[in-house]
């Protein structure tokens, strides 16, 4: 089955820095990659998704990046805001399969 | 999301008890989920179903039963064999099987007494 493993598993940033989550995955023939906000105590939250078909997209300060070639793909979030704080996972889907998660990052953005 | 919704918020459980969590969904969504939150922990999927009537079991599905009768009710049974049943239970749903967007539920923390 898909292994998927996400890093760093902890991340403080100042606010106003940028971020960078990397998830690596093993199945070549998934081709679903959604990220996720949880915040404590909440239901995680997709915040951008990519299929495997394109190399990066892009939603206001966030944006997802995919290397097919290497199996990874990285969420990027610029300009961190306090906001931000939260629990971040990654999700690797095939087209006949269920989702498989990471293990999450938490971020913590300082003032 | 917001057409998800699971009940109660919190359960308290006693020893021998069997409790069943409710996930109801109106975005007529063929695919629901069951995944188990540890704290600090990633989501382990329990139990799955690809369309009405049909369901199989996940990473984690001993100690735990569902029932798919309606498209739109996905009920959670935990039993007294789930020895470490405390957790956070979250629902999803999604349009389709199979590389698609999965939207949760609030979820249900589950303690025992």
């Known amino acids: 089955g898909e292994n998927v493993e996400q890093h760093p598993s902890t991340l403080s940033v100042q606010e106003g820095d940028s971020a960078v989550i990397k998830c690596t995955y093993s199945d070549s023939a998934s081709n679903y990659f959604p990220w996720y906000k949880q915040e404590l105590g909440k239901r995680p939250q997709l915040i951008i998704d990519i299929r495997s078909n394109v190399g990066e997209k892009k939603d206001q300060r966030i944006a997802v990046t995919l290397n097919k070639t290497a199996k990874h793909f990285s969420l990027h979030i610029t300009e961190t805001q306090p906001e931000d704080s939260a629990v971040y996972f990654c999700?690797?889907?095939?087209?006949?399969?269920?989702?498989?998660f990471g293990a999450g990052t938490q971020v913590v953005v300082t003032p | 999301d917001g057409g998800i919704t699971q009940s109660p918020k919190y359960l308290f459980r006693k020893e021998g008890q069997n409790v069943t969590l409710s996930c109801e969904q109106n975005?007529?969504?063929?695919?629901m989920y069951w995944y188990r939150q540890d704290p600090g922990q990633g989501l382990r999927l329990i139990y799955y179903?690809?369309?009405?009537?049909?369901?199989q079991k996940g990473d984690i599905a001993e100690g735990y039963s569902v029932s798919r009768e309606k498209k739109e009710s996905f009920p959670l049974t935990v039993t007294s064999a789930q020895k470490n049943p405390t957790a956070f239970y979250l629902c999803?749903?999604?349009?389709?099987?199979?590389?698609?967007?999965?939207?949760f539920g609030p979820g249900t923390r589950l303690l025992v007494l």
């Open positions: 999803a749903s999604s349009i389709g099987w199979g590389g698609e967007t999965q939207y």
């Open positions: 975005l007529n969504h063929d695919a």
């Open positions: 999700a690797v889907g095939e087209s006949w399969g269920k989702l498989q």
């Open positions: 179903s690809q369309i009405v009537n049909d369901f």
